[in-house]
């Protein structure tokens, strides 16, 4: 073979390349196309919901309702809070109330509360504490389920106060003497 030959060997090869790649689209690339337009319109679907007066969120195509809403200047949350003998209030962890992310527990003990069961789950959550060998809850003397409104501007400045607070139950923390 001859540099001419090789030459034009290559100018062939780079003339179907350029060819092939001239060709109109195959089915797998108007496939791959169809699914992205599908998709598209899958993920831009729910934005129309913002415009609804009474708009609907649905899993898992969701308008992020979270980032949207206008919120109230205060907030109110249903939790447990301990008190030590001189009175001082300690929030006690959701793991105590039950087993389950944050939001699932929280809606636990809110709906507990609901359906007046705020006694039998301070009895629970105070036996729980007793038994804890966690250090910090180991003063507490008193657990108390509550409902508290916050101010959420001061809540995250450190004020950590409540506005106002409903208490559902309260019952003493009985620790066995070893």
């Known amino acids: ?26 089915a797998s690339k108007w496939l791959a196309a169809g699914l992205s337009v599908v998709m598209l319109v899958v993920v831009l679907l ?3 919901e913002n415009w609804k007066a009474k708009p609907k969120d649905n899993f898992p195509l969701s308008y992020f309702p979270m980032f949207s809403e206008v919120r ?22 959701r793991t105590f109330a039950g087993t389950g992310g944050f939001n699932q527990v929280r809606r636990q003990v809110r709906k507990t509360v ?5 006694a039998n789950l301070c009895q629970s959550v105070a036996a729980r504490v007793a ?9 507490l003397n008193q657990i108390r389920i509550v409902t508290g409104e ?19 139950a309260t019952c003493g923390v009985e620790r066995s003497r070893s």
């Open 72 to 93: 109230g200047e205060t907030y109110k949350v249903t939790h447990i809070v301990g008190l030590d003998a001189q009175a001082n209030r300690h929030l006690v962890r």
């Open 114 to 118: 609901r359906d007046g069961g705020s």
């Open 150 to 168: 916050y101010k959420l501007n001061e809540f995250f400045a450190g004020d950590r106060k409540p506005v106002r607070e409903v208490i559902h």
């Open 46 to 48: 729910p934005i129309r």
């Open 131 to 139: 038994k804890s060998k966690q250090t910090a809850l180991a003063d």
């Open 1 to 26: 073979m001859n540099v001419i030959s090789l030459h034009s060997e290559a100018v062939h090869k780079n003339a179907d390349v350029a060819i092939e790649r001239s060709k109109p689209f195959g």
